[in-house]
């Protein structure tokens, strides 16, 4: 007894070390999370190869990897791998949260833009699994994401609070790989800026709004080539067009946003999503005529365009661990105003114990111009592993 009396004050002393040790380390070693999403989805959409029959899949792993670099910065990488695609980086950028004046915060990488309020989260975030079809219809599946740097500030004002965004990025997302491809891709790519101004206010006891207003500025798809006669040449890389050179064109996206939520207590409430998009843009309508002499005119002429996005969903959460809600989804195409996509939607999620392991279903009934309408349904397995969870109580 008397000998481990002795050596006590040594083993405290050895454990003081170790423990300020691991502090000394546990800034430098990130948090790791992964995020498995497994799904079972049915789809009666017309000249779907596997129309009404059930289809297994695993969608997507996410790899989370993020910590503080030092006091004052902080990085964040996301990795998506699937079948499909193989390892994509979604998201990898550096926070500067503190050292900058006026209480700036300065982000730089690649990184989801903050269009609106769904564009920057991830499809683990929502319990009606698909990216609002205005996002999709602009920017593709993955939304508005891009390299660029950005301020970005929180300011309070009483018991509501302010921020504020500017981010310059590479290119904007509104030109296509089709039109960076083609002949008439522009020699230089303008850079493009994106804003956001959002409000939070709390209007009663548990009752809380949050507005939200931004815009992006960025190049666009130059030329719509259309083609008057067959002896015009197919492709407008021949010769005799050479010397024709696209105007570049510019498009304006803006998106107002709310969230109103009430909570009843910690873990049960009511809450209310609306986003609304308007894009415009112009594009170049290019004729090009042959004549019997073989020589080729070419007309180009602006039109502008203006397409319109809704998403509206109205979210219950009961019990901790039960949610469920509805949803409108509607878009516009951005080249053809009679062109459009409507879905209206059910959902329901149950969380086991905690939100590691949450199971959801969403209905939807699809409307698309030109197609008779059909209806989908969607079972989502979300597990995770790590501190990034895929939607916080």
């Known amino acids: ?34 995020i498995g999403d497994w799904r079972a989805s049915s789809s009666g959409q017309p000249g779907r190869p596997c129309r009404g029959r059930l289809d297994l899949q695993f969608h997507e792993l996410e790899l989370a990897i993020g910590g503080p670099l030092n006091p004052y910065a902080r990085a964040d990488f996301k990795l998506s791998l699937n079948e499909e695609e193989g390892v994509d980086i979604e998201e990898a950028f550096l926070v500067l949260q503190r050292g900058l004046p006026w ?12 269009l609106g ?10 319990l009606w699994i698909e990216r609002p079809l205005m996002f999709q219809d602009l920017f593709g599946e993955e939304g ?20 504020l965004s500017l981010n310059l990025l590479d290119q904007g997302g509104l030109l296509t790989e089709e039109a960076l491809d083609s002949p008439f ?43 008057s006669y067959e002896a015009l040449p197919a492709t407008p890389g021949d010769p ?25 207590d910690e873990y049960s409430g009511l809450s209310l999503v609306v986003e609304a998009l308007q894009h415009r843009h112009t594009v170049q309508d290019l004729t090009a005529t042959a004549h019997p002499d ?29 949610d469920s809600g509805l949803f409108y989804d509607y878009s516009q195409s951005a080249t053809a105003a009679d062109l459009q996509r409507h879905a209206v939607g059910a959902y329901a999620a149950f969380s086991m114990a905690e939100e590691t392991l949450r199971f959801s279903l969403a209905l939807r009934h699809n409307v698309e111009s030109g197609a008779e309408p059909w209806d989908s349904a969607t079972l989502q397995v979300l597990f995770s592993l790590g501190p990034h969870k895929p939607h916080e109580f």
């Open 1 to 34: 007894m008397s000998r481990i009396v002795r050596r006590l004050p040594a083993a405290l002393g050895g454990l003081l070390l170790l423990a300020a040790t691991a502090g000394a380390q546990a800034p430098v070693n990130p948090d790791l999370s992964a």
């Open 103 to 114: 209480g700036l915060q300065l982000k730089a990488g690649k990184c989801l833009v903050d």
């Open 117 to 126: 309020r769904s564009n920057v989260q991830h499809p683990h975030r929502w």
């Open 144 to 163: 508005c994401k891009d390299t660029g740097a950005g301020l970005n500030s929180l300011l309070p004002l009483g018991s509501s609070a302010l921020g």
């Open 185 to 227: 891709a522009p020699a230089v790519v303008e850079k493009a800026f994106s804003g956001r101004v959002s409000l939070f206010k709390p209007l009663a006891n548990r009752l809380n709004l949050d507005l939200g207003l931004s815009a992006l500025r960025a190049q666009v798809n130059p030329v719509v080539l259309t083609e």
């Open 240 to 264: 005799l067009l050479e010397d024709f050179q696209p105007a570049k064109r510019f498009g304006t996206v803006a998106v107002a946003d709310l969230k109103l939520k009430w909570k009843r």
């Open 294 to 322: 073989g020589a080729v005119t070419a007309v180009a002429v602006d039109r502008a365009l203006t397409s319109h996005g809704l998403f509206a969903a109205a979210e219950g959460r009961f019990l901790k661990r039960w």
